[in-house]
């Protein structure tokens, strides 16, 4: 168990429609990561936040969008949903924001847009 | 543009043998190298840490050298067993970011 926890575990939902994945990191842990991994995709990389600020951005959608809270916990809200948003969702937690900082992932959240 | 490539072939090898996958990378003047673990459906874990002042880090039977003229890391699991089968990934900072390679696939046989 590494301590993150991302919910929910599955979801089935139509296309347009708009789901809020979330994520609470281990306890202590400042920084938040969220990756997309597609079937023949490797871990994409989305957003990254540190402290309740977003830190950096990768190739995420325009219908997606992010955030963290005051308790650290992060929620990704993905909207008007297409059939290549199925996908798993990853959140991953560090205690810094430095490159010699390990990450710790959830189990994920599988997303199936029907 | 930044580039962290792996063997899309899956690595199939004899239980007890010696498992031996590269990373190399373009684009990237990393100070660090991560390795880590994913089985089918779960998330990635973390399995080692390698600085560039460092040639070589071992931990158990896994072993990683990290090579920053030649732009390439090798992770090595010696003494293979079938519960080493999974996707092994390499992951760099760059751009505030931690991005990974695409992973490689071993198989270890019985």
């Known amino acids: 168990d590494s301590g993150v926890t991302q919910t929910p575990k599955h979801l089935i939902t139509a296309t347009g429609q708009r789901v809020t994945l979330r994520c609470s990191p281990r306890?202590?842990?400042?920084?938040v990561y969220w990756y997309q991994q597609s079937l023949d995709q490797g871990l994409q990389f989305l957003i990254q936040?540190?402290?309740?600020?977003?830190?950096a951005k990768g190739n995420i959608l325009e219908r997606f969008s992010a955030q963290q809270f005051p308790d650290l916990h992060s929620e990704l809200n993905l909207s008007s949903l297409e059939l290549g948003d199925s996908a798993l969702y990853f959140c991953?937690?560090?205690?810094?924001?430095?490159?010699?900082?390990?990450?710790?992932f959830g189990q994920g959240t599988r997303l199936t847009v029907v | 543009s930044q580039k962290i490539e792996q063997n899309s072939e899956a690595l199939n090898i004899q239980e007890g043998k010696t498992a031996t996958l590269t990373c190399n990378y373009t684009?990237?003047?990393?100070?660090?190298l991560q390795w880590y673990r994913q089985d089918p459906g779960r998330g990635p874990v973390f399995l080692l840490l390698?600085?560039?002042?460092?040639k070589e880090k071992r931990k158990e039977r896994l072993k990683v050298t990290f090579d920053t003229t030649l732009k390439q890391s090798l992770f090595h699991i010696t003494a293979s067993q079938p519960a080493d089968s999974a996707t092994y990934l390499c992951?760099?900072?760059?751009?505030?970011?931690?991005?990974f390679g695409k992973g490689n696939q071993v198989v270890v046989i019985p």
């Open positions: 991953a937690s560090s205690v810094e924001d430095s490159p010699g900082t390990e990450a710790f």
């Open positions: 306890s202590g842990d400042l920084s």
């Open positions: 936040y540190y402290n309740g600020e977003e830190r």
């Open positions: 684009n990237y003047s990393p100070a660090y």
């Open positions: 390698i600085r560039e002042n460092e």
């Open positions: 992951a760099l900072h760059g751009n505030n970011r931690l991005a």
